[in-house]
C-alpha cells in the first residue's frame, strides 16, 4: 500500500440485510451471513490502488450486521466549490474530469463501477488532486443485493439505473433482480457533477425525490440535455460562456442513451483532452515481490541527495504504508466503535425502545416504525492519530530507517531502547500488542523483504525472534524460499476444469475453519476451491487427502487476495514437512512416520511412553490428523500463526518435537487414565498453551540428535551447496537427508525392523560431532559445565580395551541387568546413574545387543537413550578408537 502521507484514515458503517434464522442452503448449513458475503468481497478492494482512488485498508464485522469500512480519507471535496458558491474555472473542469475518468476507468479496468459518484464522494488531497471515494460500496454490496438501501444518490444516478427502480432479494414482487451498473452510468454521474462545477451550485436540489426522477426521466425527449438542466436551474448564460471543449464534454456525458454514451476508457482518449492529458504520468502499478520483474527499475534518487533528509520535526510515521499506521493505531488503543460513537452515527438505545413489531389478524400492526439508523448514514469520521502519536513520541527518526548489517538493528534507537530491549522477553502475545516493539519490527522486516532473496538470511535470523502478525504472510513465503513469477505459474494451471476430486473439496471447504469470517465467506470458498484444484493438478503424481484443506487454510488467510503467493507457499511446504504423505498409498510413509514419533517419545519421556504402550494407546489413534494437516486440523488459526512460526524455521523433524510437547501437557492427565480416558481425551483435545509449546520444542529440537530423526520416506537431498540462508540457519533448516552421505551415515532400515526398536539410532558422524561439541570449547557445555551426551560401550572389557570413543564408559551388557530387567546395583550401572538426564548413546559389537539394552534404560525410565547404527565397527575406520591407559 502507498504511504499515508498528508491523508487521513476515515471511517464509514452501513448495515448488511439480516437473513431469517430458519432458513438453510441447498447443503442443509445455515445461510451465510449478507456481512460475511461483504466481507469477503470487500478483501480485493484493499488491492486497487491508484492516485486517483482513495485506498480501503480494513472492514470490520459487529453487531447486528453492522459494518465498519476504513478508508483513506480527505476532509476537503467538490461540495466545498456547492457550499461556496462558486464556479470552476474550465482548466479546472477539465483538470476535474480528466482525473475522475482515471481513476473510473482504472476501476473498470478491475471489474468494478462507482455508482455512488456525488460531489462528497469526490475528495481533494492537499494539492488539489481528486481522490475518489466508497467506489467499492457497489461491488462489496453485490450491486446493492446485500443492504435495505439503494447503492447511489437519485441527483447522480443515470436514467437507466432510475428507470430500472429499486430491488431487493426478499421482494416478491420482483421476479429477478435488475441487470448489474456498467461503466457508461458513471459517466452520467460525472457530467452531473461537471455540470455543477460550472454553475456553482447543486442540480435538483430544491425538488422532491419524485419530481427529480420525473424530471430526469423527461429529458430523453430532448435534444440539448444540458441547455435544458441550465434553463432549469437558471445558469443558461454561465454554461453558454463555457468553453466549446467543456461543453461538448458535458453533452456527451448527459447523453441519454446509453448506447450513445462513451465509456470512460473511450473519453480519456478524447481529443477534448488533448490539453489535459500531457500533464499527467500513466499510472504504473508498483512490481510485487514475488515477480520476474525488477522492483527497483523505477527507483531514482534526487540530484541533491540532501533532498532525503528530514528534519528533526519530520513526521516520519506519515511516510509509513496506511495499513501500517491502521494496524498500530488499533494497538494504540483504536476503538472504530468508538469513535462512531463519539460521533453520534453510532446510536445505542435502552432495550425497551428496541421491541419489534406485532400484527394483529386483521393487518394492523403496531409497534415502532423502522429504525432509520438502519438505514445509510455516508458520513465518514475522521479517525484521530493523536494517540497513536504519543504512544510513538520517543520512537527516534533513525528507528525509521534501520541499518540492515548493524548488529544492534533490530534494537532501535531511541529514548526508550532499554524498555525495548525489554519487551523482546516478554510473551509473544504481549509484543504483539506493544505498539512501538511492533513498529520497530514492521520497518525492520519491510525494509528486509524489500531486499529479498539478496537479504533472505537476515529475514531469518529476525523471524527466530518473531514475526510481525502484519507481514507474516511475506515473510512466510521468505521462510519457505518462495522466489520468481509465481502469478505466471499460478495463472497457467487450470483450475475451472472439472476434476474427480471435485466433489470432496466441495464438502470440505463448508467444515474447515468455517469460525473465522474470512474463510467462511464465499470468496473465500471460491478462494479454497481455486488454490486446492491447482494444488492437485499440478501435482499429478499425488492425491486430494482430507486434511489438505486444512493446510491451505493459514496460506490462504494471510494471503487472501493473493492466490498464487497462496499456493506456491502450500506447494514448498507439503514436500518439506509432508513429502509423499499425498501418495495415494501412503501407508507405508504415514506409518514410518508415526514409529519415528513413537522413538522420539520414548526419547524424550521414557514414563509416559511405557504407559501409553502399556495401556495400547499408540500414536496411530491420535496422531495421524496432527502430522497429516501439521496441527492445523487440532488448533485454531490464531494458534497456528505462533506454532509455524517456529515450524518454519526448523528442518522436517521439527513437528515430532511439537508432538512431544503437545503430550508433554497432557503428561499428567495420560499418566492418571486409561485406554478409554485418554481416546475420550483426544477427541476433545484441552486446550493447549502454544507458547509454552512452542518453547518445549525448541528444547526438545536441540536436545535430539539429527540423524535419530532419518526417515527413508522423507524428501530425498537438495542440491549441494549453501541452502541461502546462510550458515547460521543452515544446521535448523536442513534436514539430515541434505547431508552429504559417508560411510559413517546411517544406513536405511526396514519398515519392520525400525519399528521393532524402542530407541532410535543416530549415525556414527552425528556421535562423532556430538562428542566434539561436548569436548570443544565452553559454549558448547551444558549450564553445569558437563558434556550434552555420554557414550556407554556394552562390549566388554576386553574389546572395550582394544579401542573406545575418547570418554565412553563402559557397562558390558551381560552385567547390566538381572533377570527381571532391573538394573543391577554396581559401580558401572551408579556411574550411567550420575549421567541420568544426557543423551546416552549405546555403542556395541552386536546391533541386537544394543537395541535390547537401549530398550532396558527406557523400561527403567532412561530419557534421550539412542544407539550407534552399525555398531562399533562404523567407528574402526576413522581413527578415532582409542586405548585406555592402566586404571589405578
Known amino acids: 500500500m502507498r504511504p499515508l502521507k498528508d491523508a487521513q484514515l476515515g471511517a464509514f458503517t452501513f448495515f448488511a440485510s439480516a437473513l431469517p434464522h430458519d432458513v438453510c442452503g441447498s447443503n442443509g448449513l445455515p445461510l451465510t451471513p449478507n456481512s460475511i458475503k461483504i466481507l469477503g468481497r470487500f478483501q ?86 481528486v481522490k475518489l471515494a466508497k467506489f467499492g460500496l457497489y461491488h462489496m454490496t453485490d450491486h446493492g443485493a446485500d443492504v435495505d438501501f439503494p447503492i447511489g444518490y437519485p441527483s447522480y444516478l443515470a436514467p437507466e439505473v432510475i428507470a430500472q427502480g429499486s430491488f431487493h432479494p426478499s421482494d416478491s414482487s420482483h421476479d429477478e433482480a435488475p441487470l448489474p451498473s456498467g461503466p457508461k452510468t458513471d459517466v452520467w454521474s460525472l457530467g452531473v457533477l461537471l455540470f455543477e462545477l460550472c454553475a456553482g451550485r447543486r442540480l435538483l436540489q430544491n425538488i422532491e425525490i419524485s419530481e427529480r426522477l420525473k424530471f430526469i426521466l423527461t429529458l430523453g425527449c430532448m435534444d440539448d440535455i444540458v441547455t435544458v438542466l441550465a434553463e432549469e436551474h437558471g445558469c443558461l448564460d454561465a454554461i453558454k460562456e463555457l468553453p466549446e471543449n467543456v461543453l461538448e464534454l458535458l453533452r456527451k456525458c448527459l447523453t441519454f442513451l446509453p448506447s450513445k454514451r462513451p465509456t470512460p476508457a473511450e473519453l480519456l482518449g478524447d481529443p477534448i483532452f488533448n490539453g489535459v492529458s500531457c500533464l499527467y504520468t500513466p499510472f504504473k502499478k508498483p512490481v510485487s515481490l514475488f515477480s520476474s520483474s525488477l522492483r527497483c527499475a523505477h527507483l531514482e534518487l534526487p540530484e541533491d541527495i540532501s533532498d532525503l533528509c528530514k528534519d528533526d520535526d519530520e513526521d516520519y510515521l506519515s511516510e509509513r504504508a ?95 531502547s532499554n524498555e525495548l530491549s525489554t519487551t523482546v522477553k516478554l510473551p509473544l502475545i504481549i509484543r504483539e500488542r506493544d505498539t512501538e516493539y511492533q513498529l520497530i519490527r514492521i520497518i525492520l522486516f519491510d ?143 504415514i506409518q514410518e512416520y508415526l514409529t519415528v514419533f513413537s522413538q522420539m517419545i520414548a526419547f524424550h519421556d521414557p514414563e509416559l511412553s511405557n504407559h501409553l504402550n502399556e495401556i495400547g494407546f499408540i500414536p496411530d489413534l491420535y496422531a495421524i490428523p496432527w502430522f497429516l494437516t501439521m496441527f492445523t486440523h487440532v488448533f485454531p488459526l490464531h494458534k497456528i500463526f505462533h506454532l509455524w512460526d517456529t515450524l518454519l524455521l526448523g528442518n522436517s523433524s521439527f513437528p515430532f518435537c511439537i508432538g512431544v510437547a503437545i503430550l508433554q501437557q ?94 532410535p539410532r543416530i549415525s556414527a558422524e552425528d556421535l562423532i560431532d556430538l562428542c566434539e561439541l561436548s569436548l570443544s570449547g565452553p559454549g558448547k557445555r551444558t549450564r553445569a559445565g558437563k558434556p550434552k551426551i555420554v557414550a556407554v560401550d556394552i562390549r566388554n572389557l576386553e574389546d572395550f580395551n582394544r579401542g573406545h570413543i575418547s570418554g565412553s564408559i563402559n557397562i558390558p551388557f551381560s552385567t547390566a541387568f538381572g533377570p527381571n530387567s532391573e538394573l543391577v546395583q554396581c559401580p558401572a550401572t551408579g556411574v550411567l546413574q550420575s549421567y541420568r538426564g544426557r543423551v546416552i548413546v549405546i555403542i556395541s559389537h552386536a546391533i541386537t545387543n544394543a537395541i535390547m539394552f537401549a530398550a532396558h534404560l527406557v523400561k527403567v525410565n532412561f530419557p534421550r537413550v539412542c544407539f550407534l547404527d552399525g555398531g562399533i565397527n562404523k567407528l574402526k575406520p576413522t581413527g578415532l578408537l582409542t586405548v585406555p591407559s592402566p586404571m589405578i
Open 44 to 129: 480485493i478492494l484493499k488491492t486497487v490502488t491508484h492516485p486517483r482512488l482513495c485506498q480501503y485498508v480494513d472492514i470490520s464485522r459487529g453487531k447486528h450486521e453492522r459494518l465498519i469500512v476504513v478508508a483513506e480519507h480527505f476532509e476537503s471535496s467538490l461540495s466545498d466549490f456547492q457550499k461556496q458558491g462558486i464556479k470552476a474555472s474550465s482548466e479546472k473542469v477539465l483538470q476535474v474530469a480528466y482525473e475522475l475518468l482515471e481513476g473510473l476507468d482504472f476501476m473498470n479496468k478491475h471489474g468494478m463501477v462507482h455508482r455512488a459518484l456525488s460531489a462528497h464522494n469526490v475528495l481533494m488531497d492537499c494539492k488539489g488532486n
Open 666 to 759: 497432557l503428561r499428567d492427565r495420560l499418566l492418571a487414565n486409561g485406554f478409554n480416558e485418554c481416546i475420550l481425551l483426544f477427541s476433545d483435545l484441552p486446550e493447549i498453551d502454544i507458547e509454552r509449546c512452542v518453547r518445549e520444542s525448541i528444547n526438545l529440537f536441540c536436545w535430539t540428535p539429527k540423524s535419530a530423526t532419518y526417515r527413508q520416506h522423507a524428501q530425498p537431498p537438495k542440491a549441494a551447496g549453501d541452502n541461502g540462508f546462510g550458515k547460521a540457519a543452515s544446521y535448523y533448516t536442513s534436514d539430515y537427508q541434505d547431508m552429504p552421505k559417508t560411510d559413517l551415515s546411517r544406513d536405511p532400515l526396514a519398515l519392520c525392523d525400525l519399528k521393532a526398536e524402542v530407541s
Open 447 to 589: 525494509r528486509l523483504l524489500k531486499a529479498y532473496p539478496y537479504k533472505k538470511n537476515l529475514v531469518w535470523k529476525e523471524a527466530r525472534v518473531d514475526i510481525p502478525p502484519l507481514v507474516r504472510g511475506l515473510v512466510w513465503a521468505a521462510l519457505l524460499g518462495i522466489e520468481g513469477d509465481i502469478q505466471a505459474k499460478y495463472e497457467s494451471t487450470d483450475k475451472d476444469t472439472p476434476i474427480p476430486t471435485d466433489r470432496q473439496i466441495e464438502v470440505d471447504i463448508p467444515r474447515c475453519h468455517q469460525y473465522d469470517e474470512l474463510l467462511s465467506s464465499p470468496q473465500g470458498h471460491i478462494k479454497f476451491r481455486r488454490v486446492l484444484k491447482a494444488w492437485v493438478v499440478s501435482h499429478p503424481d499425488l492425491v486430494y487427502w482430507q486434511g489438505l484443506d486444512s493446510l491451505c487454510a493459514p496460506f490462504l488467510y494471510l494471503n487472501f487476495n493473493n492466490e498464487a503467493l497462496a499456493y506456491a507457499c502450500m506447494s514448498a511446504f507439503i514436500p518439506k514437512y509432508l513429502y509423499n504423505f499425498f501418495l495415494k498409498d501412503n501407508s507405508h510413509v
Open 322 to 416: 496506511i495499513n501500517e499506521v491502521y494496524h498500530l493505531w488499533c494497538l494504540a488503543g483504536g476503538d472504530l466503535e468508538k469513535e462512531l460513537t463519539n460521533k453520534g452515527i453510532i446510536q445505542s438505545k435502552p432495550p425497551i425502545c428496541t421491541l419489534a413489531n406485532f400484527v394483529l389478524e386483521d393487518g394492523e400492526s403496531f409497534g415502532q416504525r423502522r429504525d432509520r439508523s438502519f438505514l445509510l448514514d455516508d458520513t465518514t469520521v475522521t479517525l484521530s492519530l493523536c494517540q497513536l502519536g504519543n504512544r510513538l513520541r520517543d520512537v527516534a527518526g533513525e528507528a525509521y530507517y534501520p541499518l540492515l548489517e548493524d548488529e544492534q538493528s533490530s534494537l532501535p534507537q531511541s529514548n526508550s
